[in-house]
């Protein structure tokens, strides 16, 4: 699915409202099969309908979790992010996108240091945690319990990263040790009260 500044990560949520014909015909095509597929962020300033990569290639592949549809044929559904994967080819262009692609594993090239600032993540994140905060004392409570350091960035990127170009560039990230760096300088930022 190609969406213009939407990226979803491994272990986050995005719902979705599917009503274009297309992709009514794709969500049928996933939950026939095995309920996944991609939401692709569109690439800037392309005629997405031409092109023919109209989306970055690195994105993640999601489950749909719940889904329900209306009498219209119009459907509401939870997306859940499963893996990072990179798009290496186009089975299917019409009348929906069927992408090749193979995994896009986390990179943990120096284990102590990606700890130590997954430490400093959660710290900060149960900092901006509580009423008018981009995260509830339930989700805070989980990230004290979770010892997967890719698996911190990816919710904390989820929650706290609205700007759609900088939700991408930290997909892209391979080593999880540069992606909890920018995110722990983006979490201090929002703490001095700047950065979106």
Not at 54 to 83: Q, W
Not at 100 to 121: E, F, G, K
Not at 133 to 150: A, F, N
Request: with cysteine; glycine share 8%.
């Amino acid at each position: 699915m190609v969406l213009g500044g939407a990226t979803l990560f491994p272990r986050g949520y995005m719902p979705l409202f599917i009503f274009e014909p297309r992709y009514r015909a794709m969500l049928e095509y996933a939950l026939e099969r095995d309920r996944m597929f991609c939401v692709g962020h569109a690439r800037p300033g392309i005629d997405v309908e031409q092109a023919i990569d109209p989306v970055f290639p690195i994105t993640t592949m999601g489950m749909v979790r719940a889904c329900v549809t209306h009498p219209d044929g119009t459907s509401h559904l939870m997306l859940s992010g499963v893996e990072r994967v990179e798009i290496i080819g186009w089975e299917q262009i019409s009348p929906f996108r069927v992408a090749t692609v193979i995994p896009r594993p986390c990179l943990v090239t120096d284990r102590d240091t990606a700890v130590s600032a997954a430490l400093d993540l959660v710290d900060l994140s149960t900092r901006l945690c509580g009423k008018g905060q981009p995260i509830s004392e339930q989700l805070r409570s989980h990230l004290h319990c979770v010892k997967d350091p890719c698996m911190i960035a990816d919710v904390v990127a989820q929650s706290f990263v609205s700007d759609p170009t900088e939700r991408q560039r930290l997909l892209e990230m391979d080593d999880v040790v540069d992606r909890l760096g920018t995110l722990v300088d983006h979490l201090s930022a929002l703490l001095a009260g700047g950065g979106k």
